[in-house]
């Protein structure tokens, strides 16, 4: 087993993905150190804390409306605990020095098969455009809006999409990509899809799985 690695996950809104993946005990080994959330469902907030310890949980409230002071608030935060990465499904863009920073280390979760439909409502966007194929695309984070090297990807048919969770449960295998080697676990073996529904399992992936 490698050494594990000390990192943050940053989510909004619903956090549907932080809480679906983690609700399932088999990924509590998997859990950050910290989670940042800037949402304000306060059910929410109770879930996510419970899931890491209320001292663990931090919850962003804006005191201006300066674009920068979010990514002031993560980037001290992740400093604090000296993480060395960052898993973000949030809405806010990171700016600033958090950039230059965790260079390489910032790593974003998106519903759709980038360069394709970036940006907010992907999913939406992709019907509406007629596509084909839906997806999702984990990258790193730069300076513009979903345009960082992308890591990985899930792909299924856009003939079966009946909810938005179609798509969105295909970020797990995703997560696991990127959380394995973080944890100090190795890629492989039936973990990476053991999540998924059966009828899911046959979805592409843009990674090669390993014994």
Excluded at 50 to 77: A, C, Q, Y
Excluded at 139 to 159: L, Y
Aim: proline share 3%; aromatic share 10%.
């Amino acid at each position: 087993m490698m050494i594990r690695k000390k990192f943050v996950v940053y989510c909004s809104g619903g956090a549907s993905r932080v809480r679906g993946f983690y609700s399932l005990g088999k990924n509590r080994d998997l859990l950050p150190d910290l989670i940042a959330y800037d949402g304000n469902r306060e059910a929410v907030c109770h879930e996510l804390a419970s899931l890491v310890g209320e001292t663990r949980f931090h919850h962003f409230m804006p005191n201006t409306s300066d674009k920068m002071e979010f990514s002031i608030w993560l980037l001290n935060l992740m400093q604090s605990i000296q993480a060395d990465c960052l898993l973000c499904f949030g809405n806010q863009i990171l700016r600033g020095e958090l950039l230059s920073q965790f260079e390489g280390r910032l790593f974003n979760f998106h519903p759709s098969l980038l360069p394709a439909f970036p940006g907010l409502n992907a999913i939406d966007q992709a019907i509406k455009a007629g596509a084909v194929l839906l997806g999702n695309t984990v990258h790193h984070i730069d300076a513009g809006v979903d345009t960082g090297e992308v890591i990985a990807q899930s792909v299924m048919r856009a003939e079966n999409f009946s909810e938005y969770e179609d798509v969105l449960e295909l970020q797990f295998p995703l997560m696991k990509y990127v959380l394995l080697p973080i944890c100090g676990f190795s890629i492989g073996g039936d973990r990476m899809t053991s999540d998924l529904r059966e009828e899911r399992r046959d979805v592409l992936y843009s990674f090669q799985l390993t014994e």
